[in-house]
């Protein structure tokens, strides 16, 4: 009769090796987590001096995302009419950024930007909200309602600022029609701070990290 010991090949024997090395590692460092991302989020927004517009949408999701698949529907000063803005194809990997700007921004914030686009245009009283087809993924604001200059908070405002959301914040706002708290999802940094843009500190299910150490233990069988 064979011994574990022989069934078991010397690769697949280093591979468990590594695997619960891994595990270990992980448990002694990992920290509590809240929640898993489940879609696309809205991860800054920034509402700087005059053109110097920006939305960065981070993938805290485990699956590859095709960004063209979604739409940032602008509605203006409390309309309830949309003016669509689509994105251009690209892959978003887990745990990827993509920066949109309007197109007029300073040539430091365009650097940082994937995209560009005229009707990237809001200015601190505008409703953006996140779709992919018919279901909101995300929202800024409140559809249908005008906050005058800006929505206000103990912590900032929607206008001549730029917010990041919180790491804390695992999915994205999916009533377009609630009442927008931004003190209560956004940190406020001041006018033009553009040095947040392409990374996001995020708390939730660091699927990324899954997903290398797994690549990692499947590469010994190979
Ligand atoms: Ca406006
Ligand atoms: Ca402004
Ligand atoms: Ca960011």
């Known amino acids: 009769m064979q011994t574990i010991k022989q069934i078991i090949r010397p690769n697949a024997s280093l591979a468990l090796l590594l ?18 991302t489940t879609d696309l989020l809205i991860s800054e927004y920034i509402e700087g001096s ?10 805290g999701t485990a699956d590859e995302i095709e960004l063209s698949e979604y739409q940032l529907l602008r509605y203006s000063n409390g309309s309830d009419t949309a003016t669509t803005i689509s994105f251009d ?36 009283n505008d409703s953006l909200v996140l779709v992919r087809g018919n279901t909101v993924v995300d929202s ?6 005008d906050p005058g200059i800006s929505w206000t908070c103990p912590g900032g405002t929607t206008i001549n600022q730029t917010l990041r959301r919180m790491p804390g914040v695992c ?6 029609d609630l ?3 931004p003190c209560l999802q956004y940190e406020f940094f001041s006018v033009d701070s553009f040095d947040g843009l392409g990374e996001h500190n995020s708390d939730c ?15 010994q069988y190979r």
């Open 140 to 145: 800024f604001g409140q559809v249908g309602f």
């Open 89 to 124: 194809s690209y892959l978003m990997v887990p745990g990827s950024i993509y920066v949109i700007a309007n197109e007029f921004a300073d040539t430091e914030l365009l650097d940082l930007a994937q995209q560009t686009s005229s009707e990237l245009n809001f200015n601190g």
């Open 19 to 36: 695997l619960v090395m891994v595990a270990t590692t992980m448990l002694a460092t990992i920290s509590p987590v809240s929640a898993q």
């Open 50 to 59: 005059s053109n110097n517009k920006a939305l960065e949408i981070f993938n």
């Open 171 to 176: 999915n994205g706002d999916d009533d377009t």
């Open 179 to 181: 009442e927008f708290d």
């Open 205 to 219: 299910i660091s699927v990324g990290t899954n997903r290398v150490v797994w690549n990692l233990v499947k590469s």
